[in-house]
């Protein structure tokens, strides 16, 4: 996460391109009516929301290209089960007007998602297009399997490992920094 603000040195993700390429791709595919699913967490101390900085870039990016709509955000947790009562509310709430495409936060989300709309008989990606964000093991083992975005933990593992090193082993006040990471779109049957 973004500890940079803490005086602490961070390796990241980089969510703003990442964002931009998932909704580049719907609408390169026609598909302008963009919802998502997104989680909100809290900080430690349960004190303060943290929300997911997928949809501010959601937001602000649709919003500069004129096709944000507030009625297709839709937030929860980081859970199976709630991408799946979210997306069952999107059904109900939306009706006829459902987005033709949604950017989902995280596998595990989109999973619950496909759920429910696999109940509803909705055509995974003829009537809905998905993308979702991780790329994790299981995106590839349901039907049909996610276009996910790719983020690589392993390189960001070793790459905050190494930065460990360094300062344990260097004598001089460091400065901290933030290293972001960029991922790849990883396009697979749930997507147009």
Same mark, same amino acid.
């Given at each position: 996460s973004d500890t940079l603000s803490s005086g602490h040195t961070c390796v990241t993700t980089d969510f703003t391109n990442s964002d931009i390429s998932a909704l580049d791709h719907f609408i390169?595919?026609?598909?302008?009516? %963009?919802? %998502?699913?997104?989680?909100e967490e809290m900080t430690a101390d349960h004190?303060?929301? !943290?929300?997911?900085p997928r949809f501010y870039t959601f937001k602000n990016y649709l919003t500069q290209q004129k096709l944000y709509n507030p009625d297709y955000v839709f937030i929860g947790k980081f859970s199976t089960d709630d991408g799946y009562q979210l997306m069952k509310?999107?059904?109900?709430?939306?009706? #006829?007007?459902?987005?033709?495409?949604?950017?989902?936060?995280? #596998?595990? !989300?989109? %999973?619950?998602?496909?759920r429910a709309l696999q109940e509803k008989d909705i055509k995974v990606?003829?009537?809905v297009s998905i993308i979702s964000f991780n790329d994790t093991v299981v995106a590839k083992q349901v039907y049909p399997p996610l276009s996910s975005v790719t983020v690589f933990t392993e390189e960001m593992g070793?790459?905050?490992?190494?930065?460990?090193?360094?300062q344990l082993e260097s004598f001089t006040p460091e400065i901290p920094v933030m290293m972001k990471l960029a991922t790849v779109l990883t396009l697979r049957s749930s997507s147009k």
């Open positions: 390169n595919k026609g598909q302008t009516k %963009i919802g %998502i699913l997104t989680g004190e303060f929301p !943290l929300i997911d509310n999107a059904i109900e709430t939306c009706g #006829d007007n459902l987005p033709e495409a949604f950017f989902i936060a995280s #596998d595990a !989300l989109a %999973i619950g998602a496909l990606p003829d009537r070793i790459l905050a490992m190494n930065t460990l090193n360094q």
